[in-house]
């Protein structure tokens, strides 16, 4: 089992890029979930999806987006990227009230 | 805010010693979830503990519910120097699409001396 895997692994970008972050779940979960991490803090939730459908979203803008294939891997899109957007991003993969378990995240620079 | 709260934010101490960080969170739950990371690397999953649950174990990890005060404690005993990470507690609950959302505090720091 590889667990949850997002690649790439760093990234840097530039203020109006769009990016474009991709997650494979664990074996046997049907959902995903993004968040990101600035330095320091705790993981935001940005949102989930389940189904190929967003079920559920945090207080993130329009700019970020995403989208579930039918083998229930994830991509997270940011457009017109900000110098706040650096940070870590984290995908997590869960069943039915189950635990979620985390990949290695994506370190995005924005300079 | 659902969000988890740990104390304390940062905490010190020396290999063998037993380290306890504290959660409290400030509406019910599903289940509660602690876990480590590693120098802004991914998180690592430790332990889920429901919201029918007291106490629940795992080799030197030890966590406890209270649904009536909103808090839970990670008990780590005769800590090491590879246990030195930020520890995060996650709470679930039902958001409105009818699915369980893990939201997360700041976190504690810990430091294992040698």
């Known amino acids: 089992d590889a667990g949850v895997t997002q690649s790439p692994t760093h990234l840097i970008k530039t203020r109006g890029q769009q990016v474009t972050l991709r997650c494979s779940p664990k074996s046997g979960h049907d959902t995903v979930s993004w968040y990101q991490q600035a330095l320091g803090q705790g993981p935001q939730f940005i949102f989930q999806?389940?189904?190929?459908?967003?079920?559920q979203r945090g207080n993130f803008p329009d700019r970020f987006s995403g989208h579930q294939f039918p083998n229930y891997s994830s991509e997270l899109n940011v457009n017109a990227l900000l110098l706040g957007d650096s940070a870590l991003y984290l995908c997590?993969?869960?069943?039915?009230?189950?635990?979620?378990?985390f990949g290695p995240g994506t370190r995005l620079t924005v300079l | 805010s659902q969000q988890g709260e740990e104390d304390p934010q940062a905490l010190s101490i020396q290999e063998g010693e037993n380290a306890t960080m504290n959660c409290s969170y400030k509406?019910?739950?599903?289940?509660l979830q602690w876990y480590r990371q590693n120098s802004g690397r991914g998180l690592v999953h430790l332990i889920l503990i429901r919201s029918n649950e007291r106490e629940k174990h795992s080799g030197r990890l030890r966590v406890t519910l209270d649904t009536s005060k909103k808090s839970s404690s990670l008990l780590i005993t005769a800590s090491r120097a590879a246990d030195t990470a930020s520890y995060f507690c996650?709470?679930?609950?039902?958001?409105?699409?009818?699915?369980?959302?893990?939201?997360f505090g700041r976190g504690t720091s810990l430091i294992v001396h040698p």
């Open positions: 996650a709470t679930s609950f039902m958001g409105s699409g009818g699915s369980y959302i893990p939201t």
């Open positions: 509406t019910s739950i599903n289940n």
């Open positions: 997590a993969s869960s069943s039915y009230s189950g635990g979620a378990y």
């Open positions: 999806y389940y189904e190929e459908e967003e079920r």
